[in-house]
């Protein structure tokens, strides 16, 4: 890993992008690195106070950029792995986030895959979810997140997290980085 590394984590409701961004900062600090996560629902919802839900695109769009500051001041305090976890599947939302940032690190985004079926479970086994618990809500969320996939082959690291634990996928990403840089 270099001086700086920046993970950006996409993916499909429920595909572990929360659980695998801490498993993979915990890795990273265990190591020598010291790493800070962001989750970009948290920030969202900094955003959105109304039940249910009313903001859109305006505030995915504030997210983002909230997240490029925070990234570049934990940069600035020292830190040398962040990883950001949230919706990143198209070049808008990419660009989002990209154009804010001022620190000079090249993003290296990986997208987690999961079938229907285990990120239904997962919805539904987490108490602290609330619409994503919702069948029909996941699954369409589930469809338009699949019809996204196939031009990331490309630029991602694809990882299918079924059947893996969130440290395992951590250990991969971990050694993609030490590949890479």
Do not use: C
Request: proline share 5%.
């Amino acid at each position: 890993m270099t001086e700086r590394s920046l993970i950006v984590l996409n993916g499909a409701v429920a595909s572990g992008k929360s659980t695998v961004a801490r498993a993979l900062a915990g890795l990273l600090e265990r190591t020598g690195h010291p790493s800070a996560a962001i989750d970009l629902d948290l920030l969202w919802r900094m955003l959105d106070h109304q039940t249910p839900t009313t903001g859109g695109l305006q505030h995915w769009l504030r997210a983002r950029q909230a997240a490029a500051l925070l990234t570049d001041a934990f940069f600035g305090f020292g830190i040398e792995a962040v990883i950001i976890e949230g919706p990143f599947f198209t070049p808008e939302e990419r660009r989002a986030y990209l154009d804010h940032l001022r620190a000079k690190v090249e993003p290296v985004f990986v997208t987690l895959h999961v079938s229907f079926e285990e990120a239904l479970r997962r919805a539904q086994g987490d108490p602290s979810r609330g619409i994503s618990r919702d069948p029909r809500w996941l699954a369409e969320r589930f469809a338009a997140s699949e019809a996204l996939l196939p031009p990331l082959a490309a630029t991602d690291l694809l990882v299918d997290t079924e059947g893996q634990t969130s440290a395992e996928i951590a250990e991969r990403i971990a050694a993609d980085l030490g590949a890479r840089h």
